[in-house]
């Protein structure tokens, strides 16, 4: 079983950057693809970027690419999610994801954080 904890969320202005990690439980965290979500009010939740257990492969969707990065350090059980040129529609509660395959779907995964609240005003 892994336990995740989100933290790093907070408020920014458009065009600013923030950094949120995952801290995960469990000493057979690389095992594990770890995925980065996000949901606003009234919407569904949406897929960020996923990063694979080694940290080898990445995905992100497009709405990210190019201004987030994924990374990960197994050593600290902890993954990343750099967020750069943030924009309003960037405004979501960010919940990071366990699964030991890496996929674009929430529904796959397994272990969940509680979430994070990022707000970018304009």
């Known amino acids: 079983q892994v336990q995740l904890v989100e933290s790093g969320g907070g408020l920014v202005q458009a065009g600013g950057s923030l950094r949120l990690s995952c801290a995960a439980s469990g000493r057979t965290f690389s095992r594990y693809a770890i995925g980065w979500f996000r949901q606003a009010p009234g919407k569904e939740r949406e897929f960020v970027a996923a990063?694979?257990?080694?940290?080898?492969?990445?995905y992100y969707s497009d709405s990210v690419k190019g201004r987030f990065t994924i990374s990960r350090d197994n050593a600290k059980n902890t993954v990343y999610l750099q967020m750069n040129s943030l924009k309003p529609e960037d405004t979501a509660v960010y919940s990071c994801a366990a699964n030991e395959l890496i996929v674009t779907s929430y529904k796959t995964y397994d272990y969940w954080g509680q979430g994070t609240q990022v707000t970018v005003s304009s």
């Open positions: 990063i694979s257990g080694s940290g080898g492969n990445t």
